[in-house]
């Protein structure tokens, strides 16, 4: 009887250190999933080769890395991002995963809802933005590695570029939070090359329109005629110059610009009708008193509209 009561205490024993044994992989398991890696991540811009306006997209060539601790967090792991605002092709360059670090090259499209208010003369923000596909900001958090950089010889045609930024900030996906990298560069327009392809034109086509006011009053034909050609002309360049951008819901730069020139034509070609009335009613010397006065207020109505400008 004492023996098999040793053996049932034997055997209860042996079951209690197995199931110990049983629990501790769980419990290394738990430890692991609650642990917060922070991985670095850099990027090396080596070309910015397309900026397309009216699809609000851009084509960028780099080096991505990503620098890790192999205890906190395994190279497959690491290798479970996505880029959040473009689908581009990669591929490996360097890989430790000893020493943890994993290096890709990435080119490809990326798109970002760019900012027209300011067009022709806007600065936009080039961005490339990365996220973990599984772990969220409990488990990884991204760190900015402050070795990324520009090279020097990255340029794109008709725009300058600026500054850049690497930051990582947190998204919100309902009640998951994420780590995300943001990897930004500037581009600006040169000032003298976007007034030389969108205003000079414009202020010269109305300077002409507004030659009308240094014609005869007796010859409102050719006024009326100027007038409403240099309107049309300006209506067409108006629709070229918007036509490299992609429709919005608000007036940019160019609309404000394009209204305030379309006040002076209605002004320009309101006066010269009125001047027609006047000498077809045979009052030629009123005619000629209106013109001149006409002309005085035009220097009051173009300064009034360059004021609204850089007020708006």
Avoid: C
Avoid at 215 to 231: A, D, E, H, K, Y
């Amino acid at each position: 009887m004492v023996k098999l009561m040793n053996a049932k205490r034997l055997l209860m024993f042996t079951l209690l250190i197995v199931f110990m044994f049983m629990l501790v992989p769980y419990a290394k398991a738990d430890d692991s999933s609650t642990q917060n890696a922070t991985v670095k991540v850099g990027v090396w811009l080596v070309n910015l080769e397309k900026v397309d306006l009216s699809a609000s997209s851009y084509r960028l060539d780099f080096y991505l890395w990503f620098r890790f601790n192999p205890s906190e967090i395994s190279l497959n792991e690491v290798k479970e991002f996505e880029f959040v605002n473009g689908y581009p092709t990669k591929y490996e360059v360097d890989v430790d995963a000893e020493n943890g670090y994993l290096e890709y090259r990435v080119r490809g499209d990326f798109i970002k809802t760019f900012d027209f208010s300011r067009y022709p003369y806007e600065t936009h923000t080039l961005t490339v933005e990365l996220e973990h596909k599984n772990l969220n900001a409990s488990y990884l958090t991204f760190a900015a590695d402050p070795t990324s950089s520009v090279d020097e010889s990255v340029n794109v045609a008709g725009w300058e570029i600026g500054d850049f930024e690497t930051t990582v900030t947190e998204h919100s996906y309902g009640g998951d939070v994420y780590s995300r990298f943001v990897f930004s560069i500037q581009l600006k327009r040169p000032a003298l090359s976007a007034f030389v392809k969108s205003v000079l034109p414009v202020a010269v086509i109305t300077t002409i329109s507004l030659l009308t006011f240094f014609i005869s009053p007796q010859n409102f034909g050719q006024r009326i005629g100027l007038g409403v050609t240099t309107l049309m002309s300006a209506a067409t360049f108006h629709l070229a110059l918007l036509s490299g951008i992609p429709p919005v819901g608000y007036l940019t730069l160019a609309d404000r610009m394009m209204l305030s020139i379309y006040v002076i034509f209605l002004y320009n070609l309101s006066a010269s009708v009125y001047i027609m009335k006047l000498v077809d009613a045979k009052k030629t010397e009123e005619a000629q008193k209106f013109n001149t006065k006409a002309s005085k207020f035009l220097a009051l109505l173009i300064a009034a509209l360059i004021l609204i400008q850089l007020i708006a």
